[in-house]
């Protein structure tokens, strides 16, 4: 069965500094994987998707996420943080090849960006 | 922001009640999927809607239901309801089987 699972429930960093928010996924083929972001009262948002065109993934705002199959890992990064990232960070796995929308969540990441 | 609207965005029932949460697609768009938010974890599938079929369920029980309308608008409906049912429930649309899918902002459902 394919499974995400977020290293960290919650992160928190100095703005101007990187960010790293971890994921790890379970997948018994290629996946197609995904980082959504989720300000309060808003609704999910995609930043980035990986479907095995290219490892290194870029995203909106200057988020960037690199596959690694040898570590089954797909962290999210950005060099410099601002204070308009601190949010909620969900790493996504859609399960069923060619079959959107139905997808995997993690439990979630929650950014705290500190002035 | 997202063309997908959900009505209402709060919502407070008592247990035993039923209840229907409604939501517009983005223009454009034939699918619709359903998704569950308890408080501090992440979204789970709970059904999809594709050119008015259901098009694949989640682990939830027959007391959800759905429905998508000829111009994709869907409702999910949900009886006899639970204290555990209490949770964010978000709609996004999308166009076919593409993965990349657009959320509303949910409705906020609270079963006392």
């Known amino acids: 069965a394919q499974s995400v699972t977020q290293l960290d429930s919650h992160v928190s960093v100095s703005e101007g500094t990187p960010v790293l928010l971890r994921c790890n996924y379970s997948?018994?083929?290629?996946?197609?994987l995904f980082w959504y972001v989720q300000h309060p009262n808003k609704g999910l948002q995609l930043l980035l998707k990986?479907?095995?065109?290219?490892?290194l993934v870029k995203g909106i705002n200057g988020f960037e996420a690199e596959f690694k199959k040898s570590e089954t890992s797909f962290h999210l990064t950005k060099p410099s943080a601002h204070m308009s990232d601190a949010a909620e960070y969900f790493c996504?796995?859609?399960?069923?090849?060619?079959?959107?929308?139905?997808?995997?969540f993690g439990q979630g990441t929650e950014l705290s960006v500190k002035p | 922001e997202t063309g997908v609207t959900q009505s209402p965005t709060h919502l407070i029932k008592t247990r035993g009640q039923q209840v229907t949460l409604r939501c517009s697609s983005q223009?454009?768009?034939?699918?619709v999927s359903w998704y569950q938010q308890a408080l501090g974890q992440g979204p789970q599938f709970i059904f999809q809607?594709?050119?008015?079929?259901?098009?694949g369920r989640g682990n939830f029980p027959p007391r959800f239901s759905g429905l998508q309308f000829p111009n994709y608008s869907s409702e999910l409906n949900v009886n006899a309801l639970e204290l555990d049912d209490s949770a964010l429930y978000l709609c996004?649309?999308?166009?076919?089987?593409?993965?990349?899918?657009?959320f509303g902002s949910g409705t906020q459902l609270s079963v006392l």
């Open positions: 223009s454009g768009h034939n699918t």
């Open positions: 996504v796995v859609s399960p069923f090849y060619n079959q959107g929308g139905k997808l995997i």
């Open positions: 997948s018994s083929y290629s996946p197609s």
């Open positions: 809607y594709y050119r008015e079929e259901e098009n």
């Open positions: 996004a649309s999308s166009l076919g089987a593409d993965e990349k899918l657009f």
């Open positions: 990986y479907t095995s065109a290219a490892t």
